[in-house]
């Protein structure tokens, strides 16, 4: 099984910045790429961002491209998105995502984690 569990979400105006954390547990859970998806109010759940373990390699969605950063640490078993020049379209509840092979599908996640509201206010 594995934990995933974020924080760092909140309240931000609108061209500010906030960093997302997922801390994750397990005993396979460094083998899992890692990503991030949101869903805002009466919409449905939408890919963010993925990032690989071993490479680090990522992905990112167009509305968010050049504007928000996934990293990872090894040492700490913790995912970040780091998210800058925040805009009201970006509130929502981020959640934390685990998969056995990358996707962009919610569908295919394989873990979950409990989400973080982030509000981006005008």
């Known amino acids: 099984q594995v934990q995933l569990v974020e924080s760092g979400g909140g309240l931000v105006q609108a061209g500010g910045s906030l960093r997302l954390s997922c801390a994750g547990s397990?005993?396979?859970?460094?083998?899992?790429?890692m990503g991030w998806f949101r869903q805002a109010p009466g919409k449905e759940r939408e890919f963010v961002a993925s990032?690989?373990?071993?490479?680090?390699?990522?992905h990112y969605a167009d509305s968010v491209k050049g504007r928000f950063t996934i990293s990872r640490d090894k040492n700490e078993n913790t995912v970040y998105l780091q998210m800058n020049s925040l805009k009201p379209e970006d509130t929502a509840v981020y959640y934390c995502?685990?998969?056995?092979?990358?996707?962009?599908?919610?569908?295919?996640?394989?873990?979950w984690g409990k989400g973080t509201l982030v509000t981006v206010s005008s």
């Open positions: 995502a685990a998969f056995i092979r990358l996707t962009t599908n919610d569908r295919d996640v394989d873990y």
């Open positions: 397990g005993r396979t859970f460094s083998k899992f790429p």
């Open positions: 990032i690989t373990w071993s490479s680090g390699s990522s």
